[in-house]
């Protein structure tokens, strides 16, 4: 697999089965979004939790994998829930705070038009290393 | 909606998409489960980081929820993944570590059969306090 | 105790044990400051990293009940290290990412010249919520 | 430095300026433990919680070099303060919950007598892979 090539959600993974897209990946940088259903709420129909941290995980995995040589897997993933979303469209955003040989750490903050819903620091290490 | 009616996960919620149950809740105790499917997956055929934080954040959601009055949600989830998995069952239990009026710390493991793959700590804010 | 009097760490406590200074405090930003002395160092003649964290623990709670009505403190802080440092003098910016009623989210990094060393993050709850 | 040489904390570092000590250390495990002083406090008399982070910090460090070949730093500490304590004496007992070759994550678990007062990740890079 060449890491330049993976520039959208592979078809049948986790991140299609709750519809997330890539928008636009370069280095250093990935921006995905997400069209708000009722299958991404919780019971009181707010979105999920697990859809914030699954978003950054997903957009950081592929962010760090296409930004550098190697083979990058999440130890972490770390997130904070600032605001919570009924509908409308999320939109997530991820650059590099270290990229490293062995690991790398990434931030990603997830908007909901003009409000931050939430911020998360996920670490990668390269199985490669 | 009362706390303790809420001994399943919800059809048409996030946590029924992608295949979560509940096995067992009590006061400070719940066990779910997950059997693991492609569509649970990554592009390296491993199970995606965000299927574990989204389970330790509805396990202990609803968790919290049944075992103490109040309208609980998640501000934060910190989850530690220990060891991929690629088939099997994924079983979550999770229990409380501190339950104060304003904010509960809970920690979720998630195994698959000996090993342990993943643990979780959310900590929930009462919207009623 | 007017929080608007907390413009430097108290004599007597630890901040000053360590050498913690106050550079600028107002509302929503801290700056504070610490010269690099041998007693700040792990045995490998680097910074402790307790350095770091007790560094945007201090900062943070004291901005936090700077800007904010009520009575702050930290339950939980979570660092990243992110470039080790051996002397010189280490800075510490700290900014608010959300300020509800009953929690406090800020962010705080901490530089050595040009070079950032750390990041945490630290969650206030207030008691009199 | 041989790794097992580490079994107190090293005089004129940062643990000896505010008092740490050492009392148990073998392979996957060290207790530690520190008696409060009104240097450990912040301004409303309660144990710093960088106290807290820091001697989690240093156990894990001196337990995850003492437990593995390598030079082993922390790249996170993550710590949640459960209790606050003004007084007696501070025991940190720490156990890795993952030991791989690149990466170690330890657990911390601080009490003051019966309560735990603060639980802490931290996670350790290994400088030699």
Chains 1, 2, 3, 4 share one sequence.
């Not at 259903?37 to 760090?64: F, N, T």
């Not at 999440?74 to 605001?83: E, L, P, Q, R, S």
């Not at 270290?98 to 931050?116: D, F, H, P, T, V």
């Amino acid at each position: 697999m060449n890491n330049k090539d993976m520039i959208q959600f592979v078809d049948g993974t986790f991140d299609s089965l709750y519809g997330h897209k890539v928008i636009d990946i370069k280095e250093k940088y990935i921006k995905t979004e997400l069209t708000i259903k009722s299958d991404h709420h919780q019971p009181m129909g707010l979105v999920h939790g697990g859809v914030y941290s699954s978003m950054a995980e997903a957009a950081i995995s592929y962010g760090a994998n296409f930004s550098q040589e190697g083979v990058w897997v999440g130890v972490n993933n770390n997130t904070d829930f600032i605001k919570s979303s009924q509908q409308g469209k999320l939109v997530c955003e991820a650059e590099p705070i270290k990229m490293g040989k062995r690991s790398q750490l990434w931030e990603a903050k997830i908007y909901n038009g003009e409000n931050i819903c939430a911020i998360s620091k996920v670490r990668l290490s390269n199985l490669n290393a």
